[in-house]
């Protein structure tokens, strides 16, 4: 079992991660008075035995799957549910999911009773970036993760027993964010994924925990000095001001986040190429992420008018400018506005 310390001003918590670990790790869970599970249709199906062999004590709700769970409406049925239960403020809520699931279950422990127990029991790849950090958060028509808070859990519990049973697509989907943390962070990180993986079927391998854990130290790195995403923290966000705009426009879940953030890394390289002089062989990381079956290119449907719009209400913006984290060099991110004609004709190269 390997096991990352996350340190914050508001709490300092631990992710444990290993295959098989769950069932160890039930006696750490123990003390509230209630625990009410939140896991989706998808999980529920392969998983719910699990969780009711485990858990035996708890209460188990299912939402949809993917960003169809993350509305306003499904967040309301959560809150009845829990309040019908009779959950109090020394009860939990334990996220049993991917990161949607997270998302939702986190805000709905933050804000039930002005906040209870949460724990992350990711079963996503995507979910080692979510999980960890305290992000949670439901979206709006307008805008992705616009309601949220910074609400850290109790714990992780990263079982990759659990990620044996993902299609590829969630595979890949989740692995676009390894590569997200290899290139903000770590060169020497990227260079390895590069020359070990070269198939998506080559993601899912022994080398995964390795690969998560090196991710989430990445990512504990910029949490624990920046818990509030007041200054370095946004630089984990590289990729996500054009992907969430395009996972909006696709409509929420029509595009899986990693797909999205995916496209988004590559306008940000071109970009960064452009803006701030990056020497880095952009085609040849093209060409990698084609082979592990990216579809890299903004849908062709897409107006960049609409984009831009939408980029304009990240959370990262100033004064209606979309900000973006760029990179000076692999492993050296910045923050900057850039002119809206280079953003356009990137647009335009990379549509389909």
Request: aromatic fraction near 12%.
């Given at each position: 079992?390997?096991?990352?310390?996350?340190?914050?001003?508001?709490?300092?918590?631990?992710?444990?991660?290993?295959?098989?670990?769950?069932?160890?790790?039930?006696?750490k869970?123990?003390g509230?008075?209630?625990?009410?599970?939140?896991?989706d249709?998808?999980v529920?199906?392969?998983?719910?035995n699990?969780?009711?062999?485990?858990?035996?004590?708890?209460i188990?709700?299912?939402?949809p799957?993917?960003e169809?769970?993350?509305?306003?409406?499904?967040?309301?049925?959560?809150?009845?549910?829990?309040?019908?239960?009779?959950?109090?403020?020394?009860?939990a809520?334990?996220?049993?999911?991917?990161?949607?699931?997270?998302?939702?279950a986190?805000?709905?422990?933050?804000?039930?009773?002005r906040?209870?127990?949460?724990?992350?029991?990711p079963?996503t790849?995507?979910?080692?970036?979510?999980a960890?950090?305290?992000?949670?958060?439901i979206?709006?028509?307008?805008?992705?993760?616009?309601v949220g808070a910074?609400?850290?859990?109790?714990?992780?519990?990263?079982?990759?027993?659990?990620?044996?049973s993902?299609?590829?697509?969630?595979?890949r989907?989740?692995?676009s964010?390894?590569?997200?943390?290899?290139?903000?962070?770590?060169?020497?990180?990227?260079k390895?994924?590069?020359?070990?993986?070269?198939?998506?079927?080559?993601?899912?391998?022994?080398?995964?925990?390795?690969?998560?854990k090196?991710?989430?130290?990445i990512?504990a790195s910029?949490?624990?000095?920046d818990?509030?995403e007041?200054?370095?923290?946004?630089?984990?966000?590289f990729?996500?001001?054009?992907g969430?705009?395009?996972?909006?426009?696709?409509?929420?879940?029509?595009?899986?986040?990693g797909?999205a953030v995916?496209s988004?890394?590559?306008?940000?390289?071109?970009?960064?190429?452009?803006?701030?002089?990056?020497?880095?062989?952009?085609?040849?990381?093209?060409q990698?992420?084609?082979?592990l079956?990216y579809?890299?290119?903004?849908?062709?449907?897409?107006?960049?008018?609409?984009?831009?719009?939408?980029?304009k209400?990240?959370?990262?913006?100033?004064?209606?400018?979309?900000?973006?984290?760029l990179?000076?060099?692999?492993?050296?991110p910045?923050m900057?506005?850039?002119?809206?004609?280079?953003?356009?004709?990137?647009?335009?190269?990379?549509?389909?």
């Amino acid at each position: 079992m390997e096991k990352v310390e996350i340190l914050t001003k508001s709490k300092n918590y631990h992710v444990f991660i290993g295959e098989n670990i769950l069932q160890a790790l039930t006696t750490k869970l123990d003390g509230f008075s209630k625990v009410l599970i939140i896991t989706d249709e998808t999980v529920s199906e392969y998983y719910q035995n699990t969780l009711i062999e485990y858990f035996p004590k708890s209460i188990i709700y299912t939402v949809p799957s993917g960003e169809k769970a993350k509305t306003f409406n499904v967040y309301e049925e959560c809150i009845n549910f829990a309040l019908k239960a009779g959950l109090d403020r020394k009860s939990a809520i334990f996220a049993f999911g991917g990161g949607a699931v997270g998302d939702l279950a986190g805000f709905v422990a933050a804000t039930y009773m002005r906040g209870i127990g949460f724990v992350q029991i990711p079963t996503t790849i995507l979910a080692h970036d979510s999980a960890v950090g305290g992000k949670v958060a439901i979206n709006h028509p307008l805008g992705k993760n616009i309601v949220g808070a910074f609400y850290q859990p109790e714990m992780v519990i990263y079982d990759t027993l659990f990620l044996k049973s993902l299609p590829k697509r969630q595979i890949r989907s989740g692995f676009s964010e390894v590569i997200k943390h290899a290139l903000i962070a770590d060169p020497l990180f990227l260079k390895q994924l590069m020359q070990e993986v070269s198939s998506i079927d080559q993601v899912n391998s022994d080398k995964l925990p390795q690969y998560l854990k090196r991710g989430i130290e990445i990512k504990a790195s910029f949490v624990s000095i920046d818990e509030r995403e007041a200054g370095i923290r946004a630089f984990l966000n590289f990729g996500h001001t054009l992907g969430h705009a395009i996972e909006a426009n696709a409509g929420f879940g029509d595009l899986t986040h990693g797909e999205a953030v995916m496209s988004g890394m590559v306008f940000a390289l071109y970009i960064s190429e452009q803006n701030v002089g990056l020497e880095f062989n952009i085609q040849q990381f093209i060409q990698w992420i084609e082979m592990l079956g990216y579809e890299w290119k903004i849908p062709s449907y897409m107006k960049f008018d609409i984009i831009f719009e939408l980029m304009k209400r990240d959370k990262k913006s100033i004064n209606g400018n979309p900000s973006f984290v760029l990179l000076e060099e692999i492993g050296k991110p910045l923050m900057a506005e850039v002119e809206e004609q280079l953003l356009k004709e990137t647009f335009y190269k990379m549509r389909k």
